[in-house]
């Protein structure tokens, strides 16, 4: 049976990691259930002084992997709430599920709250934080009240504060749904593509992962990505399994929309289309980018998933607020044009980003965190584009060369020893009416906090700071 938060009091909790969620989670349980309390809290690295204070738990025992018994000190715990960011797989996760201990998330716990009941769950490898965004303002445009959680907005519990809203948008990424346990109401996946492979332990794991949201209790819609193959093939596979199965499990399965094609919301080449009439030109559009017109057929779709009609198309999107890092304009100098796109972390997201600039002169920034990426499609596309790579570490010189393969010439194709280089070299490289961009088709974390560090990194560059 699902973990619910209002199940907790007079609980002993174990917690695993202090991010985010887990300091909300400590908040409202001290608020709300003050019989249940933080008997132990568990980390990778010696946590920051006062950490006992952060999670309102003065008596817990604090531990380290390194140095404790993990596993011993949390097996006596009735529930571990776990930070997103520990795996699921690691065996002290799977040790505890073995010893019988529930291992969850604060999400979850919300999700479990709540039914799913109002909720829309965005998940998929890119485009979650823009279609959860765009699909909050869309559900205010329309009349409905509308909260934003989980990645983006507030984390999940700190929605307990407020009245329940008509629609909460709630932004999952596959660190959540590997081990949730109660779905949305609406489960949208916007597209599906290799990553996170270290987290997941394969990248068969992180599809499994990542789309077990689609089949979960109080799941009534799926809304899929039509373009996305591999997404639709997935999901005829199960549809095949589901059909020879029980009776019964195919009688209750979801009922299963799609955007991105010509029966519903779709992108075509004179902008956003519902059923093949257009309702919003390519020159009204938020955003850069044919993905982006597919994010917001996703919105839309979704929105109608829940009963809310498309509110009035344009006007409604033209006090849309872009979300940074994401194909954002930061600098317009001597005729060249600079944007950052430092949330591209994989080769098909920076794929999308270059084809956003078609007939325009390109310098790509790109590289960052190995996670054995392959170079070879977006090196054709650079050598096709006749684009101008600047490679950062640590793949940098891998794209470099994957560009080079393709044809691109050694002029084209130029290895920095960082990003202040490799923005001087732009700036240099950059000609009236080009766009230099930043779409590093990697994680950050092997030079930078996050993406946004990165992001803002360019950006201090290319301002000359």
């Excluded at 205010?140 to 984390?155: C, K, Y």
């Excluded at 779709?266 to 955003?287: K, Q």
Aim: charged fraction near 25%; aromatic fraction near 4%; proline fraction near 6%.
């Amino acid at each position: 049976m699902p973990v619910r938060f209002s199940e907790l009091d007079g609980a002993r909790v174990g917690v695993w990691g202090a991010g985010r969620e887990v300091r909300s989670f400590a908040e409202q349980l001290a608020r709300r259930l003050p019989g249940a309390k933080i008997d132990v809290a568990a980390f990778d690295t010696a946590p920051a002084e006062g950490i006992r204070e952060t999670l309102k738990a003065p008596a817990a025992r604090v531990l380290t992997v390194a140095h404790d018994d993990v596993v011993a000190a949390l097996s006596g715990c009735d529930v571990v709430v776990r930070s997103p960011g520990v795996s699921i797989h690691r065996p002290e996760m799977q040790a505890l599920r073995e010893a019988g201990v529930p291992v969850t998330t604060a999400t979850s716990l919300w999700l479990s709250e709540r039914g799913g009941q109002g909720v829309l769950g965005v998940t998929g490898t890119k485009g979650k934080s823009t279609t959860a965004a765009l699909a909050s303002h869309l559900a205010r445009a329309a009349g409905r009240t509308a909260q934003l959680a989980g990645n983006i907005g507030v984390p999940a519990l700190d929605l307990l504060d407020s009245d329940p809203a008509e629609v909460t948008v709630l932004e999952l990424s596959s660190y959540q749904t590997a081990d949730l346990e109660t779905g949305p109401q609406v489960a949208l996946v916007t597209n599906l593509f290799k990553e996170h492979t270290d987290w997941h332990g394969s990248e068969q794991a992180y599809r499994a992962e990542k789309l077990r949201v689609l089949d979960l209790p109080g799941v009534r819609v799926r809304v899929l990505n039509a373009r996305d193959e591999e997404l639709v093939a997935a999901r005829e596979e199960a549809a095949r399994i589901a059909v020879t199965g029980p009776a019964s499990a195919a009688a209750q399965a979801p009922e299963t929309r799609r955007f991105g094609a010509p029966d519903g919301w779709d992108v075509l080449a004179s902008g956003v289309a519902l059923r093949g009439e257009l309702v919003v030109s390519s020159s009204e559009l938020p955003l850069l980018g044919e993905h982006n017109a597919l994010n917001l057929c996703a919105a839309l779709a979704a929105l109608e998933a829940l009963g809310i009609d498309a509110p009035a198309l344009p006007a409604s999107l033209r006090d849309f607020q872009p979300l940074a890092h994401r194909l954002q304009t930061v600098v317009e100098r001597d005729g060249v044009v600079w944007v950052d796109d430092s949330i591209s972390t994989t080769p098909e997201s920076t794929l999308a980003a270059l084809a956003s600039f078609p007939g325009r002169d390109v310098v790509l920034i790109g590289g960052g965190q190995d996670r054995g990426q392959d170079y070879a499609e977006l090196g054709r596309a650079l050598a096709e584009q006749n684009a101008t790579v600047i490679g950062v570490p640590s793949t940098g010189p891998r794209l470099i060369a994957a560009a080079r393969d393709a044809g691109a010439p050694a002029t084209r194709a130029i290895e920095a020893a960082g990003m202040r280089e490799a923005v001087s070299l732009a700036r240099d490289l950059g000609r009236p009416g080009a766009v230099v961009l930043l779409s590093p088709a990697a994680p950050s974390f092997d030079h930078y906090r996050d993406f946004e560090e990165r992001g803002e990194r360019f950006r201090d560059f290319a301002e000359g700071r």
